[in-house]
């Protein structure tokens, strides 16, 4: 949430290693939109080929009415993450957009990025993100939730 009162976190910088970030990307203005089976599939498909144009890997992923959250490691030939999401953002509302045929901004700009910086810390953030549909009273288990999953197994060794 980005707003002249609130003042954002700044990034995580440039690094010279493939670390492991945690991000959580919002709609614009919150609007419940993604949880559907259409964008589902939609933010699959980008995320798939972003390895390839991006050079990002998405691990776990967790989408939610008004957000996503997600796992993502850079490949040794990756754009600077912030192009990265910018691409896919851009890619998937267009799509978005053309589904629903509405029009307008479907991302707010900004976005919450993360190191994983343990095997430990990594499992506690994913067991949490896991869990936000039943805390969100959309289901009664984590399992039950549709729109979720793994691309690539992102692990620490």
């Known amino acids: ?3 002249d009162t609130h003042r954002h976190l700044a990034h995580i910088g ?21 949880n559907t089976p259409a964008v589902h599939q939609i933010l699959l498909n980008t995320w798939i080929r ?12 967790v989408i939610m009415p008004e957000h996503v959250h997600l ?11 912030s192009d990265w999401i910018k691409a896919w953002k851009s890619i998937s509302a267009r799509k978005i957009n ?12 900004d976005y ?7 095997g430990e810390s990594y ?8 869990s936000n ?12 939730w549709p729109f979720q999953g793994m691309l690539c197994d992102l692990m620490f060794a």
């Open 1 to 3: 949430m980005t707003n």
């Open 14 to 34: 440039s690094f010279h290693f493939q670390p492991l970030v945690f991000l959580t990307v919002t709609t614009k203005d919150r609007h419940r939109i993604l």
């Open 50 to 61: 972003s390895a390839d144009i991006n050079g990002w890997h998405v691990g776990r992923y």
């Open 71 to 81: 796992f993502a490691r850079p490949g040794r030939e990756s754009e600077r993450m």
């Open 98 to 109: 053309s589904e629903f045929s509405r029009n307008g901004s479907v991302w707010q700009v």
């Open 112 to 118: 919450f990025d993360r190191y994983v910086r343990t």
């Open 123 to 130: 499992s506690e953030k994913w067991e949490y993100v896991r």
């Open 133 to 144: 549909p039943v805390r969100a009273g959309l289901v009664n288990h984590p399992d039950d």
